[in-house]
């Protein structure tokens, strides 16, 4: 009887601690994806000459410094032939902004894409600039991120590659996503924090369900190394990946390559 009693017990506990095992690993599982940091995309379109340029430039880049690449990523867009502009960057506020809108002109700043969408600015004075700039960076970086996104880059002697992996950490499928990237460079004055000078054509993924995985690899137009001396001087070339939503054209993760 007592025999049977502590087998009856020793039964108990091993299916209680195997029940308990079986649980945890599961909420571990689905709580890892929600811990994956949500990094932001700030995309400035400005144009030399533009007289309220100065004041979107000033506040977006003293936040890019403040919160640091793993937060948000800023990049500055030049437009319409001021010797700053490309092919591509007045290709991509195109797609953004339709050529007949009445809605056109610099600065114009999307968050995200066209998640969040600033205008002009919202008043003369800077500070009021950047506390909306602030609070729509602060209110993208609070919500969850649905795609997890890694890259590396391996440089050769003329040029690099950047090659990497999207995955779907939500709890649903995801469609019409695409990823894309650009290479920017670091001027000395205002206006050229990591201005762009190569836009990557999209690459679009087919549907991804939770959990599956996409893979890409990009050869940036630009045919120099990371690396590049100039009069004997180094200049630093910056690469940005991102997922962006062809059709809301939202983006859902930013990654800035070291």
Same mark, same amino acid.
């Given at each position: =009887?007592?025999?049977?009693?502590?087998?009856?017990?020793?039964?108990?506990? @091993?299916?209680?601690?195997?029940?308990?095992?079986?649980?945890?690993?599961?909420?571990?599982?689905?709580?890892?994806?929600?811990?994956?940091?949500?990094?932001?995309?700030?995309?400035?379109?400005?144009?030399?000459?533009? /007289?309220?340029?100065?004041?979107?430039? @000033?506040?977006?880049?003293?936040?890019?410094?403040?919160?640091?690449?793993?937060?948000?990523?800023?990049?500055?867009?030049?437009?319409?032939?001021?010797?700053?502009?490309?092919?591509?960057?007045?290709?991509?506020?195109?797609?953004?902004?339709?050529?007949?809108?009445?809605?056109?002109?610099?600065?114009?700043?999307?968050?995200?894409?066209?998640?969040?969408?600033?205008?002009?600015?919202?008043?003369?004075?800077?500070?009021?600039?950047?506390?909306?700039?602030?609070?729509?960076?602060?209110?993208?970086?609070?919500?969850?991120?649905?795609?997890?996104?890694?890259?590396?880059?391996?440089?050769?002697?003329?040029?690099?590659?950047?090659?990497?992996?999207?995955?779907?950490?939500?709890?649903?499928?995801?469609?019409?996503?695409?990823?894309?990237? =650009?290479?920017?460079?670091?001027?000395?004055? /205002?206006?050229?924090?990591?201005?762009?000078?190569?836009?990557?054509?999209?690459?679009? =993924? /087919?549907?991804?369900?939770?959990?599956?995985?996409?893979?890409?690899? @990009?050869?940036?137009?630009?045919?120099?190394?990371?690396?590049?001396?100039?009069?004997?001087?180094?200049?630093?070339?910056?690469?940005?990946?991102?997922?962006?939503?062809?059709?809301?054209?939202?983006?859902?993760?930013?990654?800035?390559?070291?």
């Amino acid at each position: =009887m007592k025999e049977k009693l502590f087998i009856f017990i020793f039964l108990i506990i @091993f299916l209680l601690t195997l029940t308990s095992n079986t649980f945890g690993v599961f909420a571990q599982d689905t709580a890892s994806p929600k811990n994956a940091p949500r990094v932001v995309l700030v995309e400035l379109f400005v144009q030399g000459g533009c /007289p309220s340029c100065p004041t979107a430039e @000033f506040c977006l880049e003293d936040l890019a410094w403040e919160y640091g690449t793993t937060k948000i990523i800023l990049v500055e867009e030049h437009l319409w032939g001021d010797g700053y502009d490309t092919t591509e960057t007045n290709a991509r506020y195109d797609w953004y902004v339709d050529v007949n809108s009445d809605k056109r002109g610099t600065p114009d700043v999307f968050i995200n894409g066209l998640t969040r969408r600033l205008w002009g600015l919202v008043c003369d004075c800077v500070e009021g600039n950047y506390n909306c700039y602030k609070k729509a960076i602060d209110e993208e970086l609070t919500e969850p991120p649905l795609v997890e996104l890694s890259a590396s880059k391996t440089i050769t002697e003329s040029n690099y590659i950047i090659e990497g992996t999207v995955k779907n950490i939500s709890d649903t499928p995801l469609k019409d996503l695409a990823v894309c990237g =650009m290479v920017g460079k670091e001027g000395d004055e /205002p206006g050229l924090y990591y201005y762009i000078q190569d836009i990557f054509p999209f690459q679009n =993924m /087919p549907p991804l369900l939770p959990g599956a995985t996409f893979s890409f690899k @990009f050869v940036p137009e630009i045919s120099l190394a990371l690396k590049l001396e100039i009069d004997g001087e180094e200049e630093v070339l910056h690469p940005v990946i991102f997922v962006q939503n062809t059709e809301t054209k939202e983006i859902l993760q930013a990654f800035y390559l070291e």
